[in-house]
């Protein structure tokens, strides 16, 4: 059995003395692990840093055994974030969340593009939180645990849509929520893709995103913990907010 293809680098550990496994998201194949065969030299180490675009070649006797990649660089990312301490974490939330809730060998086609859209965005700082978040809707949508906010649960109503229900995610409107409105989680204008995007804003979208991948996703994949690596880049973002606000009048994408 091969196969060959350009996959995004998420996660590299040793192997016995010389070698390293691999996890790499393909867009036909998933994530899919291999051996690279002297993955700890002075040669092939350097290019198997996460969030590396790479070309891969997989062979194995047969489909189900790990198998071995040979590997080729096509794009470096580590220059971006090598000094650039929000960079580097965020494409370590992207590749510790993928890693985590990806299952193994099961394609994602429009998650991978979009993922690969969003790392090709790293180091502008500016418009990479708003462009973050999108990718964590997207992701949640992917994982079957996807927003809807269309319109209000509760009237039907497309008008005045302030909060999300934390039981069922989709929107409810001020009217919609009376009482009820303290137990939900905020739905900022970011989140409809409406007005400019203040980084405060974005903040608080992060609070429902990230309480949908610690309460839905996380418990559906055996109650592991999410990632730190998530929690870091939002504190890490959370922390720019001392600055000016950078504001987006459109999506990245």
């Known amino acids: 059995m091969d196969w060959r293809g350009t996959g995004i680098l998420l996660s590299v550990r040793r192997h016995g003395e010389s070698s390293a496994i691999i996890d790499v998201f393909t867009q036909d194949r998933g994530r899919h692990a291999g051996i690279v065969r002297g993955g700890t030299s002075r040669k092939i180490a350097p290019i198997l840093q996460p969030g590396a675009q790479l070309d891969v070649a997989w062979r194995a006797r047969l489909e189900d055994h790990i198998g071995t990649f040979t590997v080729e660089p096509v794009r470096s990312r580590a220059a971006l974030v090598m000094n650039d301490r929000l960079a580097l974490a965020g494409l370590n939330a992207v590749t510790g969340l993928l890693s985590f809730c990806l299952p193994d060998r099961e394609a994602h086609g429009a998650l991978y593009r979009r993922t690969e859209q ?101 418990p559906d994949l055996g109650h592991r913990p999410l990632p730190d690596a998530r929690m870091r880049f939002v504190d890490a973002f959370t922390r720019t907010l001392r600055t000016p606000f950078r504001r987006l009048r459109h999506w990245p994408w």
């Open 118 to 218: 969003l790392l090709d965005l790293l180091g502008q700082n500016e418009i990479w939180p708003l462009a973050y978040l999108r990718w964590e809707v997207a992701l949640l949508e992917d994982m079957g645990f996807g927003l809807d906010l269309s319109a209000c649960a509760v009237t039907g109503g497309t008008e005045d849509l302030a909060f999300v229900s934390p039981k069922s995610g989709r929107a409810v409107s001020r009217a919609g929520a009376g009482k009820w409105a303290t137990r939900l989680l905020p739905l900022p204008p970011v989140l409809l893709g409406q007005g400019e995007a203040q980084d405060p804003e974005v903040a608080r979208a992060f609070v429902t995103t990230g309480y949908f991948l610690n309460n839905h996703l996380a």
